[in-house]
């Protein structure tokens, strides 16, 4: 495909399946009916290379460079912090670029369909809507307005050169302003005008019309340029497929390997192109694309009589919200027809619409139905092998018609259905009486089908209740679903069938103008309606006291932009895979485990070897030394403990070849007996068991009015870095000494295991680190496995190899966030207080034991949050299963123990019927306290943050209207939480904290700076930058940061638990302040000298310029066996009030608001933190109400790429989203009084997931559904839809089956 054609690295490869984005680039082709030229924004890993003949192609490099010009999209998203780690930021400028070159001033709506086919795990979108916000006639009008209050001027380093940004104290004080554009964090008056006039024009040598042929070694390429060509083409070639956008096809060869000798490419020929308006309705050219198509209709639309639209806007519906605009802009309307999948959205419309398909082939031209026959593929209805679409008919509506549509995905956007249906009914005139019915659904098998009896059932009848009674029990007959069908969710699928239905009823009821009887009509439409427009009202309020005296140069606690920014944004940063081809080097594709627990009896290699370009075939007989540790092989042994797991490695000429010889390569197994879950504690084999206890529990109990029990699960998570895990080994060819680049978190973890495995010196092993597209805890461990596998087969070969995992790999190998079960006993009394608690947390740690012992302990010391509970008695087990080991993820355990805690606090408040956030403060820390452990808490700023939060979120006014709402509201409610959190920052161990660094001065003046933290994104260099050129008293522009390396600083601890900026940044001040020492002596005796003249000088005197800082790290002291001590350096507060709406009937939910205040202390970049606390919120608002990850019972993942597993999109974060930080709060021991702030953010997302419950207990108290109940996480529109009881969910449970049946997953 076009992404991997010319090694341009700016062009990003994410998922290789065009679900995020991060490959977009910009096609312009001539169209020669409209004689336009037409832009628009594809996903290059789907594109064939063949099919951009005569298309211009743009990719970020054409956009802007900072070698040329750094155009105005991406100078603004760098100086609003758009990126992080920087690695869906080409893709996000070329979604931008698109558009603005179709559109140079869109609205916000435009802005939002053309983002919600990128997705972004660092930022939380936020501050790329504000940059982008900037473009819209209203962030132009608004660009100054909110910077009344400039009072200071600093310097901000962009690729070296100084740019002025001027900084007023971060106070953005227009919040009553709708739209504003920016959140005080940049500059608008800095950013430079759009001018269209400097973009690149299409070529006209492209212009061209002629048949083309491309003949490859497999396969053959024909794009003829007229219907007569094409027709005769197809004769001969009846199996070759049609490629127009090739997002159905494309992915078949990738996930399921169809090979096709032959393509024919249609794309050029007019007559699949054409548009025209008929008498009875539209005619669409089956080549244009959906993208087109909806514009048509948005034009058509307005045009025409409302009666004659029904079917156009029931397909605009579907139109705006199925796929990305990448997709949309690729697939054709013909590719989606003939494909048929059984969640393509617009087919059940189509065919209730009574569309018509125009064929024609050699032997001349007819026309078919599109109707469920078609859609089944019945053979006499079908196209036959040597016809095509030429276009598609779509008719005019009826005034007697009535047409809907609906759709139900996991994500607002970008996400296929999990149900959808188009309905249509038409009434003899002016009567309620059914004369014609048609309704389809997909989503339920592997078709799309036709509840076609049920329909014929309720000809004649009057549209009335009894007939929905009927209706909805005929379809349920009808439609079939097996319980084992794949996908689950099965009742969740039948309660949407006669959900979509009902919300037809009503909305045909209110078309029909009728009275309504027993059905309240409030809230008939989803909450969101069909559109969604990110951002309507994004402000941060912000305030940090930078000292008044504080010179304008030093960067110190001020928002400096990301020190790679910009690079990011024109793709010139280099990430480990856009290394540059090294001499002779080999790539590397391993052989996983298909079995959860198994002897492997054979391993055969013959096949494998006879591919051509293979050159060996690695396994753990080839392990020099240690192969991985003791709790964890990097080749597998004779045994498989879970699906996944590497067993052995082909290593060829190309990628490809190395994909097809592991395809060549056969192992036998013999099946051992697996553990796959915890829910079965008998079963259960324990890694490790922690625990802690205070007070008296029984006595605790004793003390309670009421005690309560309960259980809770909380699903696992996917890291999802955009950058998958890379390495490239090169040896050096002399004493064994070999280099490491590696996307890694831990790159003295990866020098140790390689040095182990080859049996050589450590000092061997140069492991470097430029940066890391993503980590999130995700490569802390796993990367020093697949360095071992790539430098073992380095080691064998004595060539380079390189080796970058696919998406569905990385998601299949390297485990998450560990799935959690909690049990607890709860004691309290009536006024709310609690007086014990009895916790048992379990975690699944997957094969081996990774980080869980770790990860146990803090779910231990975090599970009291924000509580003191006098009798406290927590028994936390790690437990062991034959799933993918399990790792590190931001947060650590707490987000689990945190969740629930604040379920068991949210159900204590439902027993006593007290308001949650009574029982919340009631049993909060107030003032300083003691820890279960015994570490002492000071608790001020935990109730500041608190009262705050309240505050500033107005949350009673705002409880009072979410009431108030909820009474008018039937089908639709509104949820509000607020949640307090004392996050722990580091680790429990002191030699964790260690740091160390190394500045270099240069005779020109010039610094450079290294330590032993790793950019993730989470801005580190640009902090240890900032640090240096206050402690040297140099401008930012002096210093420099070039990679993380083990020659450089040796033994660094792992970047992670919150702690490395400040600990390095401890290393890189004692450096400065070394240097800067020796230096003060030349400096005295030359005040008025300049920099540049004191470094000359200190040369002249032999001074060495050079120095190491090191910090020995913050003192703790847990002791497990007392289960007492110093756990943590300090402790970051918070709290978040989030507001939600939900759709009753599908389970959809919309985040209205998001408040969150944080006691950061003073930030050193308020700007990086804000965007850690913003990104981490919405990764724990995945975490908690979305991302799911799905196991066969055999224990193989299904959820392996964007398409199974949905991250946040642009649309849903907080439509509202603030964040404060508390002000005038001091951390005495870390640098300049900063907090470690990259992980907290995460449970704080756990507001929505109140919010949501809030909700859902709103509806069931309307429903005389009163009591305590429990939501587990993720709380997915399945579980919303189920919480909600009604008589649809009634009527599937009646119909539910004697579980004889083997489900579909775990
Ligand atoms: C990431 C992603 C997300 C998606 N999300 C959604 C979603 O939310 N909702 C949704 O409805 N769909 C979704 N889709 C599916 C998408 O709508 C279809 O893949 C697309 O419409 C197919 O069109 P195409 O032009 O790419 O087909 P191609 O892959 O080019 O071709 C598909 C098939 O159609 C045949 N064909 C094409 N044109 C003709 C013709 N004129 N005559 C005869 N045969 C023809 C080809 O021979 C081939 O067999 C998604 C796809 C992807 C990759
Ligand atoms: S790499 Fe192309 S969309 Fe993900
Ligand atoms: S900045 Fe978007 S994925 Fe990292």
Known sequence: ??????????????????????????????????????????????????????????????????KTRVHPIQERLAKCHGSQCGFCTPGMVMSMYALLRNHPEPSMEQITAALDGNLCRCTGYRPIIDTYKSFTGVGRKTNRSPFSKVSTNFECSVSGSLTKIRFSELLCSHLSTKNLMHSGLCNPEEFQPVDPTQEFIFPPELMQKRTLVFRGERTTWISPTNLRELLELKAMYPKAPLI????????????????????????????????????????????????????????????????????????????????????????????????????WDLNPVLAVGNSVLSLASKDGTRQIPLNDQFLAGYENADLKPKEIIVSVFIPYSKKDDFVSAFRQAERRRNAVSVVNSGMRVLFKPNTDIIMDMNILYGGTGPITVSARKSCQRLIGRQWNEQMLDEACKLV????????????????????????????????????????????????????????????????????????????????????????????????????????RAVDEELFLAVVTSSRAHAKIVTIDVSEALKVPGVVDVVTAEDVPGKNGTDDEQAYAKDEVICVGQIVCAVVAESAVQAKQGVEKMKIEYEDLEPILTIEVISQLSFFCLKKIEQGNIEEGFKSADEIIEGEIHIGGQEHFYLETNSVLVVPRGEDNEMDVHVSTQDAARVQEFVALALDVQSSKIMCHTKRVGGAFGGKITKPAIFAVVAAVAANKTGRPIRFTLERDEDMLITGGRHPFFGKYKVGFTNDGRITAADIEPYINAGCTLDDSEMVIEYVVLKTDNAYKIPNLRIRGRACKTNLPSNTAFRGFGFPQSGLFTESWITTVATQTGLPQEKIREINMYKEVNLTPFKEELDATNLVKCWKECMEKSEYYSRKTAVEEFNKQNY????????????????????????????????????????????????????????????????????????????????NAIVTAGSIGSDVNGKAVQNACQILRKRLEPIINKNPEGKWEDWITEAYDQSVSLSATGYFRGYMVNMNWDTGEGQAFPYFVFGAACSEVEIDCLTGDHKNIRTDIVMDACFSINPAVDIGQIEGAFVQGVGLYTMEEIKFSPEGEQYTLGPDTYKIPAVCDIPEQFRVYLLPNSRNPIAIYSAKGIGEAGLFLGCSVFFAIWDAVA???????????????????????????????????????????FWPWNL
């Open 1 to 66: 495909t076009a992404a991997f054609a010319v090694r341009l690295s700016g062009t990003k490869y994410g998922c290789g399946i065009g679900g995020c984005g991060a490959c977009t680039v910009m096609i312009s082709t001539y169209e020669p009916t409209s004689k336009k030229i037409m832009h628009y924004p594809a996903n290059s890993c789907l594109l064939p290379i063949c099919s951009l003949h005569s298309s211009a192609v743009t990719t970020v490099e054409g956009v802007g460079s900072t």
């Open 244 to 343: 127009v956008g090739n997002t159905s096809v494309g992915l078949e060869m990738k996930r399921d390997g169809v090979h096709h000798p032959v393509f024919i490419h249609p794309t050029r020929i007019p007559d699949l192109h054409v548009v025209s308006n008929t008498n009875n309705g539209l005619v669409i050219g089956a080549a244009c694309s959906l993208a087109q198509l909806r514009d048509i209709l948005m034009k058509v639309v307005p045009e025409l009589p409302e009666e004659k639209t029904k079917i156009f806007r029931a397909l605009l519906q579907q139109l705006k919200t199925l796929a990305g605009e990448q997709i949309r802009s690729l697939a054709s309307l013909g590719g989606h027809i003939v494909s048929r999948g059984s969640t």
């Open 476 to 579: 349920l007959g009808e439609i079939s679903l097996s319980p084992s069908a794949p996908g689950g969710k099965v009742e969740y699928r039948r309660t949407l069938l006669v959900s979509f239905l009902f919300k037809f009823y009503l909305e045909v009821l209110y078309g029909l103008n009728k009275m309504v009887s027993g059905f309240p009509l409030n809230g008939l439409r989803s909450p969101t309606g069909p559109h969604c427009i990110a951002a309507t009202g994004y402000h941060i309020l912000i305030k940090q006291d930078v000292d008044p005296v504080q010179p304008p140069q030093d960067p110190v606690g001020r928002p400096i932009m990301h020190q790679s920014g910009v690079k990011h944004a024109t793709g010139e940063a280099v990430y480990c895979n856009d290394i």
């Open 971 to 1050: 089908w639709k409610k509104k949820g509000i939480a607020i949640i307090p959190m004392k996050f722990s920052v580091g680790f429990n161990a002191t030699q964790y904290h260690q740091a160390a660094a190394l500045v270099h001065i240069y005779t020109d003046g010039s610094v450079l700076v290294t330590h032993g933290g790793i950019e993730l994104g989470q801005g580190i260099h640009t902090k240890m930058l900032q640090i240096a050129s206050r402690e040297l008293k140099v401008p930012l522009s002096y210093v420099h940061f070039c990679e993380t390396s083990t020659i450089t600083v040796p």
């Open 1258 to 1300: 709103a509806v069931r108290k309307e429903r005389g559904l009163t009591g305590t109940f429990t939501l587990n996480s993720p709380l997915t529109i399945e579980r919303i839809r189920m919480a909600c009881a009604d008589n649809f969910t009634e009527m599937v449970r009646l119909d539910d089956h004697n579980g004889l």
